[in-house]
């Protein structure tokens, strides 16, 4: 059934019919609004009435100026009415055509209506944990609850508004393009940027954008934020691991070598300015790990890393590149004398004591610099460089630095041939153990044996192996040889002790200064004398002077637990440098034997002989034995009977004898004392 108006429709007598009518009424004229009455510009929010295209009045409607083709006459519809407010208005109603030209109609609608979708979607919405932002011609028309929640920004603030206030300046023009674009390509755009809030704070979300249709026109957009602040976060702290050290927070080495690498390209670039690299290792690592533990090495690594950070300009980079390994990047420096400064103010703060669970601990570094130069195209080569030269300061004795240059290059070189050397060495069982005799200086009798290791060459011919040795120490594979070196003394002494039961030898095994201090060295004697069944009392551990005076607080207890496995105890070297004799005192010392040098003493006048003859007296007075080392010359053995000095080794006494020999000598049982 039509609508019956007269033809002159928008008379004024017939818009205050309309206005008096409980729906929403609209004069279209040629595709314009021409009139809308009093209900529906409550709806829209507007006071007085402008002419504006029917698209922008009802959303959704399938009409153009050619109404016919899509509507006949009463035919029902549903739309949106949108306000100026921002709201939208669900309705539904009919389109009367009053003649065709000019183009006239008549549209009447009703609020709601059929409103339940438009309810069922605004359940939704806000239901869901995404932020939803509806937008036309930029303006907000819609946001949910979780919007607020995300932003600060409640229903009421954010309708009409513009939602550029959430974008960042500096990415607004680019966002809104890039979206834009997608949208209309593909129908659909997405990416993950960062939006401020209400407070101001930063928020980190992922951003999806579609196009708003209703009836089929594309109105504005669908904007969908979810927070990935959280995400965010667990990213950014995995990427900080993956370039960072995890127990120091230094930077590791992917990130030293690509920092070095821009470094490396800027002095290309300003050759007024260059950088160089220090290599780092500390000198005393393993043995404070193994002394103190784990846990006492993982605080001394991270107190050193405090420490370079302290000594550091911002602009240059400390790294740990593993193990007791660090490496430091200095940049915009003019001369070698640059990195000479940075180099000892490290050497100064590393120096200073260590607090480590209650104990103090002394490490020092041993640190390789170079300058980057013409031969540094890529960083490996200017870190190998320094790191050649922090080999050689270790050579020297640590706590010092070293700079690079090629002839230290070629020191280095031949010291990494010789660990080469050591590992194959090794590999081939080329070393054993030979016997040098300790006797009774008076009457001669044997004593028993000092264990030293020796270098049996492919040849046949036989080396000291006291060069390997300090090799085998500096890459710790003395702990290896020392294990070994434990085990095979006790197993001797046990075939020695079955075979000539009256012998009662006693066998020293001598331990470097990485041995003495391995954590599991006690536990490794343990061990052999158990499996060879041995006296522990015929086993004689021998620790050099200078690797109990390294470590004060540290080496009585190490003794101690020695003392309780039941072997004695030997300090080699005494007087080396000129130690006090409280060490005689204070620590369970079993005998004590003396350097070479004091030895050579006996033979001579004045002071020297008077500190030979007080280390005899006080020994026999504490129940400690001397050993005189070194005895080569007669005079010297005569000396010593005269001091009443009780045991002596050397070379007038015997050479060190493989084991068939010793275990000759040993059935003798005594040595025959030269012509006097």
């Known amino acids: 059934m039509g609508l019956n108006l007269p033809e002159n429709s928008d008379s004024a007598q017939q818009r205050e019919i309309l206005d008096a009518l409980p729906a929403l009424v609209f004069l279209e004229r040629a595709g314009l609004i021409v009139f809308a009455n009093v209900e529906a510009r409550r709806t829209m929010g507007v006071a007085e009435w402008t002419p504006r295209p029917i698209g922008d009045v009802l959303w959704g409607l399938p009409l153009t100026t050619d109404t016919q083709s899509h509507l006949s006459e009463g035919s029902p519809f549903q739309a949106?009415?949108?306000?100026?407010?921002?709201?939208?208005?669900?309705?539904?109603?009919?389109?009367?055509?009053?003649?065709?030209?000019?183009?006239?109609?008549?549209?009447?609608?009703?609020?709601?209506?059929?409103?339940?979708?438009?309810?069922?979607?605004?359940?939704?919405?806000?239901?869901?944990?995404?932020?939803?932002?509806?937008?036309?011609?930029?303006?907000?028309?819609?946001?949910?609850?979780?919007?607020?929640?995300?932003?600060g920004y409640t229903a009421e603030e954010t309708m009409g508004a513009e939602l550029a206030q959430l974008i960042l300046p500096e990415t607004r023009l680019h966002e809104n393009s890039a979206m834009e674009r997608a949208v209309e390509q593909s129908g659909h755009a997405s990416m993950e940027t960062v939006r401020r809030n209400k407070q101001g704070d930063l928020v980190d979300v992922a951003l999806s954008a579609g196009p708003l249709q209703i009836g089929g026109a594309g109105l504005g957009y669908v904007l969908s934020f979810r927070d990935i602040g959280?995400?965010?976060?667990?990213?950014?702290?995995?990427?900080?691991?993956?370039?960072?050290?995890?127990?120091?927070?230094?930077?590791?080495?992917?990130?030293?070598?690509?920092?070095?690498?821009?470094?490396?390209?800027?002095?290309?670039?300003?050759?007024?300015?260059?950088?160089?690299?220090?290599?780092?290792?500390?000198?005393?690592?393993?043995?404070?790990?193994?002394?103190l533990g784990h846990a006492a090495g993982d605080a001394l690594l991270v107190a050193v890393a405090d420490r370079l950070r302290a000594a550091l300009r911002p602009q240059d980079t400390a790294a740990r590149l593993g193990g007791d390994e660090f490496a430091v990047l200095v940049e915009n420096i003019f001369s070698i004398a640059d990195l000479d400064i940075v180099a000892n103010r490290i050497l100064g703060e590393i120096a200073k004591p260590f607090d480590l669970f209650g104990h103090s601990a002394e490490v020092g570094a041993s640190i390789g610099v170079a300058m980057a130069g013409p031969d540094h195209a890529a960083p490996e080569l200017i870190i190998r460089d320094a790191d050649f030269a922090m080999y050689r300061a270790k050579q020297e004795g640590g706590n010092r630095y070293e700079i690079f240059d090629k002839s230290l290059k070629l020191q280095v070189t031949n010291q990494q041939e010789r660990e080469r050397e050591l590992r194959h060495v090794l590999d081939k069982r080329q070393y054993e153990i030979w016997y040098q005799p300790i006797f009774r200086l008076q009457g001669g009798k044997l004593e028993g044996f000092e264990s030293l290791l020796r270098w049996r060459r492919s040849d046949g011919s036989v080396d000291s192996f006291n060069e390997l040795l300090t090799v085998a120490e500096d890459t710790g594979l003395s702990i290896?040889?020392?294990r070994e070196t434990v085990e095979n003394v006790c197993r001797k002494l046990r075939a020695w002790t079955d075979a000539m039961p009256q012998a009662a030898l006693t066998l020293t095994v001598n331990l470097t200064h990485r041995q003495f201090y391995h954590t599991d060295m006690v536990a490794q004697l343990k061990r052999a004398l158990a499996v060879s069944g041995v006296n522990p009392e015929q086993i004689m551990i021998e620790i050099d002077e200078s690797t109990l005076v390294d470590s004060p607080d540290i080496a009585p207890g190490i003794l101690q637990r020695l003392v309780d496995c039941g072997v004695r105890l030997a300090m080699d070297d005494f007087g080396a440098n000129m130690s006090p004799l409280s060490y005689l005192v204070n620590l369970p010392i079993d005998v004590v034997k003396m350097h070479p040098k004091l030895t050579q003493g006996a033979t001579t006048t004045g002071r020297q002989l008077a500190l030979v003859e007080s280390l005899i007296r006080m020994g026999r007075s504490l129940g400690v034995q001397v050993v005189a080392q070194g005895i080569d010359t007669v005079e010297q053995l005569q000396a010593l009977n005269r001091l009443n000095c009780e045991l002596g080794q050397g070379s007038l006494l015997s050479l060190p004898l493989d084991a068939k020999q010793a275990q000759l000598l040993a059935a003798k049982g005594f040595w025959t004392m030269p012509a006097r």
Do not use: W
């Open 480 to 482: 290896t040889i020392g």
């Open 230 to 291: 959280e995400r965010k976060q667990v990213e950014a702290k995995l990427q900080h691991d993956a370039m960072h050290d995890l127990l120091t927070g230094l930077p590791n080495r992917a990130l030293f070598l690509d920092r070095l690498t821009l470094a490396l390209t800027r002095r290309t670039r300003r050759r007024d300015q260059s950088c160089g690299v220090l290599f780092l290792d500390l000198d005393r690592f393993k043995e404070i790990n193994d002394t």
């Open 80 to 151: 949106t009415v949108p306000a100026t407010d921002g709201r939208l208005t669900p309705v539904e109603g009919s389109y009367y055509l009053l003649k065709s030209d000019p183009h006239d109609a008549v549209i009447v609608a009703h609020a709601g209506g059929r409103a339940s979708k438009p309810r069922l979607m605004e359940d939704v919405l806000r239901s869901i944990p995404e932020a939803i932002a509806i937008v036309h011609d930029n303006r907000v028309l819609y946001t949910n609850p979780s919007f607020t929640r995300l932003f």
